[in-house]
């Protein structure tokens, strides 16, 4: 089955700075890969995904890079406010069959002002 | 999108009880499924809840531990059974659209059990 490594586990960065947070995947066959944020005491929130055919996707402040032939996929988050502090899952999906994801352990981003 | 609804948000048990977690969507939906995350820690699918049939358990979770129903395409529930403090956990709804790859979550019950 897929298995999805997220590294760094924890990241501290100044308000106003860039954060980036890398996920590679094991399955060649996985062709989605979301996002998601959760805060305290709440469900995670899908910020953003991509398709295995589109290398990078832009979504204000955010942004997603794919490398199919690494199986590295990365997420960019620019201008970090203190409201993106939380922690962020990537996660993969092999759309055959039903829609089993497989997530990263997680990183805990801690924007500071 | 969905909007999922979770019941109860929280609530604490005595070892040996069980527990019935709902989840209710707004809009008719193609994949519901259930995930437990345990504190500090990612998420582990329980189970894929399928209408009118038998949910689908992951390796490592069993239905009489953890039986679920589906009635219908905008309800489930999740039963934690024979509880015990390692069920501590926060349990959590997720639902999919068969048009969309997109997974969306519940808020979460947290459970603690003493």
Known sequence: ?113 | SAVISQKPSRDICQRGTSLTIQCQVDSQVTMMFWYRQQPGQSLTLIATANQGSEATYESGFVIDKFPISRPNLTFSTLTVSNMSPEDSSIYLCSVAFLSSYEQYFGPGTRLTVT
């Open chain 1, 1 to 113: 089955g897929e298995n999805v490594e997220q590294h760094p586990s924890t990241l501290s960065v100044q308000e106003g700075d860039s954060a980036v947070i890398k996920c590679t995947y094991s399955d060649s066959a996985s062709n989605y890969f979301p996002w998601y944020k959760q805060e305290l005491g709440k469900g995670p929130q899908l910020i953003i995904d991509i398709r295995s055919n589109v290398g990078e996707k832009k979504d204000q402040r955010i942004a997603v890079t794919l490398n199919k032939t690494a199986k590295h996929f990365s997420l960019h988050i620019t201008e970090t406010q203190p409201e993106d502090s939380a922690v962020y899952f990537c996660a993969g999906m092999n759309s055959g069959g039903y829609q089993k994801v497989t997530f990263g352990i997680g990183t805990k981003l801690q924007v500071i002002p």
